[in-house]
């Protein structure tokens, strides 16, 4: 099994930063990616950012310029720094992994998610 947990959620005022926080735990035999998912009530999940076990980085066109996406000093640990936060960007923020547990046996693992409050 693979566990996923983040932390560093929390409420911030609009235009400030909050850094989130993600490792990836368990019987991993190879991870693929991490990434960082939002979904504010009401609204589908959506991709934030992602980057691959090679190092490939994904951003969605709303945080370019003002989130990044980066790994810890292993492939399993994740952080999103987000800058420039806006009211509608307040969410729940999922972590997930791409995780192989053995040879032909790949999942997505998803975190329970921390929120992100961004006040006007």
């Known amino acids: 099994q693979v566990q996923v947990e983040e932390s560093g959620g929390g409420l911030v005022q609009a235009g400030g930063s909050l850094r989130l926080s993600c490792v990836a735990t368990?019987?991993?035999?190879?991870?693929?990616?991490m990434g960082w998912h939002r979904q504010a009530p009401g609204k589908e999940r959506e991709l934030v950012a992602r980057i691959t076990s090679g190092g490939s980085i994904d951003y969605a066109d709303s945080v370019k310029g003002r989130f990044t996406i980066s790994r810890g000093n292993t492939e399993n640990t994740v952080y999103l720094q987000m800058n420039s936060l806006k009211p509608e960007e307040s969410a729940v923020y999922y972590c997930?992994?791409?995780?192989?547990?053995?040879?032909?046996?790949?999942?997505?693992?998803w975190g329970q998610g921390t929120q992100v409050t961004v006040s006007s």
């Open positions: 997930n992994t791409y995780a192989y547990t053995a040879i032909g046996q790949w999942d997505n693992y």
């Open positions: 368990g019987s991993i035999f190879r991870l693929v990616s």
